[in-house]
C-alpha cells in the first residue's frame, strides 16, 4: 500500500501545472511515504529510503 502510495506521488511530481504549494506538499508527502517503507525495512528504488527534512522543502 505504502508503496503505491510513494509511486502515485513520483508521478505527480512529473506534472508540470500544479503549483509551488502543492509540489511542496508532494515532496513532503514523498519524504513520509518514503520513511515509512524504509520502517518496515524495504527499500525504494534500490537504495534504503530516508526522510527529508520537510523544512528543506517548505517554500
Known amino acids: 500500500m505504502w ?11 512529473e506534472l508540470d501545472d500544479l503549483g509551488p504549494v502543492t509540489n511542496a506538499r508532494i515532496r513532503r508527502d514523498l519524504a ?18 530516508e526522510i527529508q527534512s520537510i523544512e528543506s522543502n517548505r517554500i
Open 32 to 49: 513520509l511515504s518514503a520513511k515509512v517503507i524504509a520502517d518496515f525495512g524495504i527499500t525504494v528504488n534500490g537504495v534504503n529510503a
Open 3 to 13: 508503496q503505491g502510495i510513494h509511486e502515485q506521488h513520483r508521478e505527480m511530481l
